[in-house]
């Protein structure tokens, strides 16, 4: 027998245990983050936010944060595009109408709360929840802060306090839901928009409702509910009356959800757990069974090279 | 103390007038039910009620439906009359009070370029730095 | 009574003296510590130290340029990226004469181990540089598991792969120590882990790569690609191939006194059959790059500054190291499969680096890749793991066969 019943055991042990843990490895498999169908969005009117940063205080104040350095009635800041900081997790930006003459437009740019979001399928520790009522929360009590979910994020929201060394977090709009939304109440920015730019309710009657406003104001509107299937589909959702490549929204995401882009290579890990100890195990017993029949490796190489 | 004491009284009047002519079937038109000046306070922490100039609206609109919208005609309802709470999942293109108040008064200043449209153009602010929500 | 401690005090002095300090009492370990590299490597830690102190008292802001639109830097572009295909010595060489039987790479195969080894313990260590949180560094393993993230994957797979690779350096260690019974028994798993190690490499190797999947709109389409798992995965072999033969190079010179001459006749043999192995990896590399050019249809990306810059990558630190090898090999010249080795190595730098922090957000207006103070501490790092491998290497018998057990191998 040309390998000896020891290392034989040893190897099938090996791949049966690699075996097992490529088993438990596709139970715990790969999940879905769709939302239950009850969930809550927001959905954003372009034409009627007027820039009055009125929720950039409400989420301030609800939040909890430090005072801006620059006043929240301060229009100097639309002279730049912001995004969302560590202490600023809804920025208004401005962006100049196409239509020469026509008003600027204000856009509000938050986390999306995506239906399968990124960065929960990015999080190593699940620190991302999407929750029943549609919100993407973040557990800092599990964070190891390696930021890969600011990588993942299509949308650049996450972001991260790199100036504290003992208890960074990474910081994003949470809708609200600790404080409000979980509670049946509405997000403070929704609530404190003297426009009523913003609609809270279940994200399917957002989609009836943005759909109504576009087919009764065709003029207005452009046909497109954007957050409606981009990613997947995101919690919220914009109308506009111009398009939205001209207002800094990114056009080139699809409508694939993100987690999508690891499923296939994630689902490759228990075949290769499976099949490598056998595929390796076989090449070991094969080497072990030339030995036996007393071709010994020296002399082929030796014969190539003398070939060379 | 004086303005108080004007602000007062003629809140008192609007109120008197609107429960007088709530009890009515009929709703008159007649110039005599129109109130001169509106204050808009129900829903304001944040800044002054707004004195809102109705009867020198009412000279610029041709018709009291222009902005008493979407009520049967020759009925001219106050805006609160209709708009209350926002997002009535039952109705959820119809704005609360405060929308409905922002979106129909500057929508038109808007359209027309003309009037006000800044936050403290119409309304002063009482505190700085708060926000239009319920203090907890 | 007291004799007795007093012998066992003796003998323990005697054994850390030959064990740690190389036989000499510890004036004479000193004072042969003062030689020109250890005074180098002193000055750079001692440079690099404080800005270790700023870094955890003070933040991951206090030393790099983490932005919240490009939150990753050097730490994890050089350390975690480069370093673990460097890393990948280990599982070839052992695969490579453990399972496929090539026997005659037998003395390569304990330093690429041990070269893993450390390559590995420093990927985790820049990591805890990096992470926010690096107390937290075992939370994937042990509180919450994000088992749909590819980084869950590698986290897990590093951690079991530093052990295995542990396991698989053992017998050197135990020969150090002197015990015969562990050492028996490391030998004998030895086949266990080798299996192990390549499954955990593979998926590990190519997971890198996956990671950047999540991140379609940010990586430029010329690097970003359904096959980015199988380019790291191939890359990390002939980049372990490519690391054996710079380290046997480097210990060549390093450890002239320590080798035995017969061993180093031997290196130069032997580092034709690797570079013969790296040329086909290569090669077939270089094809598999265009097969992922072609799937993406980005030919006309080509044409632009980043199209060049992917060319260069390409061409110049692909086809060219592959082409230098083959003719290394043609004409038994070994200094050329020595010095492409080393090309091949910046090759792999700069794909990584490429990869990870290059043309990662090439779309941002405003770049900012790295601060000099992280700058510092990389170095200070490298340092700090080339001194670990000397320390290792002088004491263990790695480059060489342990007198008591020169017959076994």
Same mark, same amino acid.
């Given at each position: ?37 009850d ?21 301030n ?50 986390c999306?709360?995506?239906?399968? +979001? &990124? @960065?929960?399928? /990015? !999080?190593?520790?699940?620190?991302? $929840? ?8 973040y ?7 390696c ?6 994020c ?7 306090e ?24 509405? +997000? &403070? @920015?929704?609530? /404190? !928009?003297?426009?009523?730019?913003? $609609? ?35 919690s ?20 694939? +959800? ?24 076989g ?8 030995e ?17 | ?112 370029s ?23 | ?20 300090f ?35 008292t ?59 080894f450390i ?6 260590i ?64 030895t ?92 090669l ?26 992917f ?10 190291p ?19 080795a ?27 890749y ?34 008591d ?5």
């Amino acid at each position: 027998m040309g390998i000896s019943r020891r290392k034989f055991l040893k190897v099938i042990g090996v791949a049966g245990s690699a075996g097992l843990v490529g088993k438990a490895n596709s139970t715990f498999g790969v999940d879905q983050f769709t939302g239950s169908p009850d969930r809550f969005g927001v959905l954003t009117d372009l034409t009627r936010c007027v820039g009055c940063r009125t929720c950039e205080a409400a989420c301030n104040e609800v939040n909890k944060l430090p005072p801006p350095k620059v006043p929240f009635e301060d229009q100097s800041v639309f002279e730049q595009i912001r995004r969302t900081d560590v202490n600023a997790f809804t920025v208004v930006n401005r962006y100049p109408n196409p239509q020469p003459g026509g008003p600027p437009i204000y856009v509000k740019h938050q986390c999306r709360h995506c239906d399968e +979001p &990124a @960065c929960a399928s /990015a !999080c190593l520790v699940r620190a991302f $929840t999407k929750t029943q009522e549609g919100a993407v929360t973040y557990n800092k009590g599990v964070c190891v802060g390696c930021r890969y979910c600011m990588t993942a994020c299509p949308f650049y929201v996450p972001a991260y306090e790199y100036n504290k060394p003992f208890s960074p977090e990474v910081k994003k709009c949470t809708m609200c839901y600790d404080t409000r939304v979980s509670k049946g109440g509405i +997000p &403070a @920015c929704v609530e /404190a !928009c003297p426009m009523e730019t913003m $609609t809270f309710g279940k994200r399917s009657d957002l989609i009836r409702l943005a759909r109504k406003r576009i087919i009764e104001n065709p003029d207005k509107y452009i046909d497109h509910i954007y957050g409606e299937q981009e990613v997947g589909g995101t919690s919220w959702m914009y109308i506009s009356g111009v398009p939205f490549e001209q207002l800094g929204f990114p056009m080139d995401l699809g409508t694939k +959800p993100y987690p999508e882009l690891t499923k296939g290579f994630l689902s490759m890990v228990p075949a290769v757990l499976v099949i490598w100890p056998a595929l390796l195990g076989g090449f070991y017993m094969f080497t072990q069974h030339r030995e036996e029949m007393g071709v010994s490796e020296e002399t082929i190489p030796q014969e190539k090279e003398d070939q060379l | 103390m004086f303005r108080k004491t004007i602000i007062g009284a003629v809140s008192a009047w609007v109120i008197g007038v609107l429960i007088v002519s709530q009890a009515t079937e009929e709703k008159e038109t007649s110039s005599q039910n129109v109130p001169e000046v509106c204050t808009l306070g129900t829903l304001s922490k944040i800044y002054e009620p707004v004195l809102f100039s109705h009867g020198q609206h009412t000279l610029m609109a041709e018709d009291c439906a222009t902005c008493h919208h979407h009520s049967e005609p020759g009925v001219t309802l106050a805006c609160k009359e209709c708009h209350g709470a926002p997002f009535d999942p039952k109705n959820l293109n119809m704005p609360g009070l405060k929308g409905a108040y922002h979106l129909q008064c500057m929508g038109c200043h808007q359209q027309m370029s003309s009037g006000p449209v800044g936050c403290t153009d119409c309304h002063a602010k009482r505190i700085s730095q708060q926000t239009g929500m319920e203090k907890k | 009574m007291t004799e007795y401690y007093v012998e066992k005090a003796n003998i323990f002095q005697s054994w850390v003296r030959e064990r740690i300090f190389l036989g000499l009492s510890i004036k004479e370990y000193i004072k042969g510590l003062i030689k020109p590299f250890n005074i180098v490597a002193g000055i750079i830690i001692l440079v690099g130290l404080p800005f270790v102190v700023m870094r955890f008292t003070q933040g991951i802001g206090a030393v790099t340029h983490a932005s919240q639109d490009q939150p990753w830097g050097l730490f994890l572009s050089w350390g975690l990226f480069t370093g673990v295909p460097l890393a990948a010595t280990g599982y070839i060489m052992a695969s490579a004469v453990y399972i496929f039987g090539l026997k005659d790479y037998h003395s390569l195969v304990r330093p690429a181990v041990l070269t893993g080894f450390i390559g590995y313990l420093f990927a985790v260590i820049f990591l805890l540089f990096d992470l926010g949180r690096p107390w937290r560094l075992p939370y994937p393993m042990t509180v919450s598991f994000g088992t749909t993230s590819v980084l869950f994957l590698v986290g897990w797979h590093v951690a079991l792969y530093l052990s295995t690779q542990l396991v698989e350096f053992c017998p050197a260690i135990f020969e150090w120590i002197g015990s015969d019974r562990f050492r028996r028994w490391a030998l004998g798993v030895t086949i266990g882990a080798t299996i192990f190690g390549v499954i955990l490499s593979t998926l590990h190797q190519s997971a890198l790569g996956a990671l950047f999947l999540l991140a379609p709109g940010k990586l430029h389409p010329l690097w970003y690609s359904e096959f980015i798992p199988l380019f790291f995965f191939v890359s990390s072999i002939f980049a372990g191939l490519s690391m054996v033969i710079v380290e046997s190079t480097l210990s060549g010179r390093a450890f002239k006194n320590q080798i035995e001459p017969r061993r180093l006749v031997n290196f130069d043999k032997l580092t034709l059959g690797l570079g013969r192995a790296a040329s086909l990896v290569l090669l077939t590399y270089f094809c598999l790059k265009w097969v992922g050019v072609a799937h993406g249809n980005h030919w006309d990306l080509l044409n632009t500054s980043w199209g060049h810059w992917f060319l260069v990558e390409v061409f110049v630190f692909v086809l060219l190291p592959c082409f230098l090898f083959a003719r290394g090999v043609r004409k038994r010249n070994v200094a050329l499969i020595r010095f492409t080795a080393f090309f091949t190595i910046l090759g792999i730098a700069i794909n990584r680096l490429t990869v990870s922090m290059i043309a990662l957000n090439w779309k941002l207006p405003h770049r900012e890749y790295f601060h000099w103070k992280e700058l510092i501490l990389v170095i200070t790092i490298i340092t700090v793991e080339i001194l670990t491998y000397l320390w290792i290497v002088n004491r263990m018998p790695v480059h060489r066969e342990h007198p008591d057990y020169r017959e076994i191998h």
